[in-house]
């Protein structure tokens, strides 16, 4: 398959380049950021700028991420130093929380985060951001329809699993609209979403041991056809589910977050 060209540069499909290109999409989305000038925000994978430039406009200024070089030439060709702070590189290796150090500790600026993500890496990304959450005002993403159906799902149906428990643990989610093919040069085969996420309060996270909540969470959903008496085997036998209340019957599509939590601190007690 070919790459498209758009606007004198041919859309690179490793690195999930589908470009905006209808205005009035444009608008809406910059609108639902509600970007206010001064604020601290960072754009992942700016591209050609779509969103690059309005953003700017109400900001003044905007610290992009991108991959790609040609398009860091353009960024640096379109917009001043004074406007527009380029990080060339890999967004799942950027350090988001850098961005924040340089204010003293107590007024120190809470980072904004945007992007029309590149689909490739759209899981990976959440992950990697999901680490910054600590350092993050909010954040509002681009995403295939279906990774934000995933992001935004209620326990009990098939959308939901690791991305939306370990996602809906640290993050208030809600998918904002849709965004159809077309909206886009080229046009991906599938249809896109908004989702915004807002930090939950640290207060009101609870697990006592993050890295072994991923690790019951991912070991729940490894095989969705098995009960939690087997895919939870390492961790908890038929006296812990009695002392929890769940049922080692169910499968991990049927927890809640909080009940992932409970399991979690439950094991993290035990050791
Ligand atoms: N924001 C532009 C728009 O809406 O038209 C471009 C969006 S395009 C879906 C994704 C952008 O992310 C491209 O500019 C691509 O080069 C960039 N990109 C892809 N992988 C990346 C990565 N790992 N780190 C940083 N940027 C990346």
Excluded: W
């Excluded at 380049?17 to 950021?33: E, V, Y």
């Excluded at 689909?119 to 951001?129: A, G, Q």
């Excluded at 909010?138 to 098939?158: N, S």
């Amino acid at each position: 398959m070919h790459d498209l060209e758009t606007d004198g540069h041919r859309a690179r499909k490793r690195f999930g380049q589908n470009f905006l290109s209808d205005p009035n999409i444009i608008r809406k989305i910059i609108d639902g950021i509600r970007p206010q000038p001064g604020e601290l925000m960072v754009e992942i994978g700016p591209g050609l700028g779509a969103m690059t430039e309005p953003l700017i406009e109400r900001l003044g200024h905007l610290h992009v991420v991108e991959i790609d070089r040609d398009l860091i030439a353009r960024l640096h060709e379109r917009f001043t130093p004074a406007q527009i702070t380029v990080h060339e590189g890999d967004a799942l290796k950027f350090d988001f929380g850098s961005l924040c150090n340089d204010e003293g500790a107590q007024d120190r600026q809470r980072l904004r985060i945007v992007g029309n993500l590149p689909y490739n890496i759209s899981t990976p990304i959440l992950f990697h951001l999901a680490g910054f959450a600590d350092s993050v005002k909010d954040m509002t993403f681009m995403l295939q329809k279906e990774v934000v159906m995933r992001m935004v799902a209620e326990p009990g149906t098939e959308e939901y699993g690791r991305l939306s428990v370990m996602l809906q643990y640290r993050f208030r989610m809600g998918r904002l609209f849709d965004v159809p093919p077309g909206a886009f040069r080229p046009a991906p085969k599938v249809m896109s979403s908004i989702v915004r996420m807002a930090p939950l309060p640290a207060d009101q996270l609870g697990a006592k041991d993050e890295e072994l909540l991923g690790r019951i969470v991912t070991a729940a959903f490894g095989q969705r056809r098995k009960t939690l008496r087997n895919t939870l085997r390492a961790f908890l036998d038929e006296a812990d589910f009695d002392a929890l209340h769940i049922d080692p019957g169910l499968r991990g599509e049927k927890l809640s977050v909080a009940q992932y939590v409970a399991i979690a601190n439950h094991c993290a007690a035990l050791r």
